[in-house]
Nanobody, 125 residues
Framework: QVDLVESGGGLVQAGGSLRLSCAASGRTFSAMAWFRQAPGKEREFVAAEVWVSSSAYYADSVKGRITISRGYAKNTVYLEMNSLKSEDTAVYYC????????????????????WGQGTQVTVSS
């Protein structure tokens, strides 16, 4: 059984920081990513990292403020979020793919077969 468990969400003031964690178990993955969904909006890509190439991809809206990184433990990924804005408020989902992806392919939700339950991030202005 594959499980993805996110943690680290919460309430933070605008300009603050949060670090999200995702621990995956049950199989080996080639890429892991974070997506988010704000109330009334579609789920959107935030960031992804591909293990074999050590490549990272980011949505334009978060570049320079958010960093995805792989943990020391296999199948662990973090999302370091700085200079948070009210528009970053959303439920953040961890996703994992057993297949390799590159470039724009890593930004598509359809690439990821496994998803966590989500963790709420609320940024107050």
């Amino acid at each position: 059984q594959v499980d993805l468990v996110e943690s680290g969400g919460g309430l933070v003031q605008a300009g603050g920081s949060l670090r999200l964690s995702c621990a995956a178990s049950g199989r080996t993955f080639s890429a892991m990513a974070w997506f988010r969904q704000a109330p009334g909006k579609e789920r959107e890509f935030v960031a992804a990292e591909v293990w074999v190439s050590s490549s990272a991809y980011y949505a334009d809206s978060v570049k320079g403020r958010i960093t995805i990184s792989r943990g020391y433990a296999k199948n662990t990924v973090y999302l370091e979020m700085n200079s948070l804005k009210s528009e970053d408020t959303a439920v953040y989902y961890c996703a994992a793919s057993p297949s390799y992806c590159s470039g724009g392919g890593c930004r598509a939700a359809s690439v990821y077969n496994y998803w966590g339950q989500g963790t709420q991030v609320t940024v107050s202005s």
